[in-house]
């Protein structure tokens, strides 16, 4: 069925570095541009960063910009996000979702939860 | 950046009762780049409205949204007890893509 399911989150030291993926199935993947939003413990969504549907152009929130990258691999159907340099203010469920272009976020993942602790 | 702003941080309600969800924007929003969404306790949040006052799939028309420029409002007709959640404005008008900081409708 249509989805997106993340995974490789976990429990990171402050200066370290993830990797997020995103799994797309039932969908034509590389059609769809692709976003990071991630969620604080009890706060509200915050955007983290976007793709374009063939990688040609990313952007990022100024909160990120220089310690996370955004990619993707559409032969895999696939979305990473590597964050380094991890800040304690990067604890959060990140969630993948899909944007046919201009678009609202018209489907998420359930999400991955980082938490960036010593 | 387009800063949204919504109002109230909380609605307490009761079933059948009626919400109305106000969200500012910073700078004017073109319509067509307007949306809302709904959150439930541990889950992502499911798209309800976009285009301003489009309905997603699945959605029921008790939802309703409209707005202009830079004021936007969802309102919610006779409150269901599967309702009561937090509700963000966004628009992806321009980057960076921007949420408000959500409204939460808790039952009275």
């Known amino acids: 069925q249509v989805q997106l399911v993340e995974s490789g989150g976990g429990v990171a030291q402050p200066g370290t570095s993830l990797r997020l993926s995103c799994a797309a199935s039932?969908?034509?993947?590389?059609?769809?541009?692709m976003h990071w939003v991630r969620q604080a413990p009890g706060k509200g969504l915050e955007w983290v960063a976007v793709?374009?549907?063939?990688?040609?152009?990313?952007k990022y929130a100024d909160s990120v910009k220089g310690r996370f990258t955004i990619s993707r691999d559409n032969s895999k159907n696939t979305l990473f996000l590597q964050m380094n340099s991890l800040r304690a203010e990067d604890t959060a469920v990140y969630y993948c979702?899909?944007?046919?272009?201009?678009?609202?976020?018209?489907?998420w993942g359930q999400g991955t939860l980082v938490t960036v602790s010593s | 950046e387009i800063v949204l702003t919504q109002s109230p941080g909380t609605l307490s309600l009761s079933p059948g009762e009626s919400a109305t969800i106000s969200c500012w924007a910073s700078?004017?929003?073109?319509?067509?780049?307007f949306a809302w969404y709904q959150q439930k306790p541990g889950q992502a949040p499911r798209l309800l409205i976009h285009g301003t006052s489009s309905r997603a799939t699945g959605i029921p028309d008790r939802f309703s949204g409209s707005g202009s420029g830079t004021d936007f409002t969802l309102t919610i007709r006779r409150l269901e007890p599967d309702d009561f959640a937090v509700y963000y404005c966004q628009q992806y008008n321009e980057s960076p893509w921007t949420f408000g900081q959500g409204t939460k409708v808790e039952m009275k």
């Open positions: 979702a899909r944007d046919l272009g201009g678009s609202p976020f018209d489907l």
């Open positions: 039932g969908f034509t993947f590389r059609k769809s541009g």
């Open positions: 700078q004017s929003v073109r319509s067509t780049f």
């Open positions: 793709i374009w549907d063939d990688g040609s152009i990313d």
